[in-house]
């Protein structure tokens, strides 16, 4: 038997308490009907290999992305040296 597996990192879950407006803010996709719990797939987006000494500034600079966007799209995670994180189109 074949499991599907699903690159998880290219969906976002919505959060308690956040509204559509907050949730197209962050991830430039219409949010019409969005609820706590709401999986909204995430396809504007490329994939990111943090290199070293790489912080969300230096990253929002080199790809035109405000820091704050950029953190928010990726859950304000911790950076380190080959994680994968997802830039926004600009």
Do not use: H
């Not at 803010?25 to 290199?51: D, H, M, R, S, W």
């Amino acid at each position: 038997m074949q499991m599907l597996q699903l690159d998880r990192s290219r969906f976002y879950r919505v959060k308690k308490g956040q509204t559509s407006k907050q949730i197209e803010k962050v991830l430039f996709v219409p949010a019409n009907c969005c609820f706590e719990g709401a999986v909204i797939a995430v396809e504007n987006c490329t994939e990111y290999i943090v290199q070293p000494f790489e912080t969300y500034s230096t990253i929002a600079v080199k790809s035109g992305v405000q820091e704050d966007i950029l953190k928010n799209f990726n859950g304000n995670r911790p950076l380190y040296p080959s994680c994968k994180i997802f830039i926004p189109a600009p």
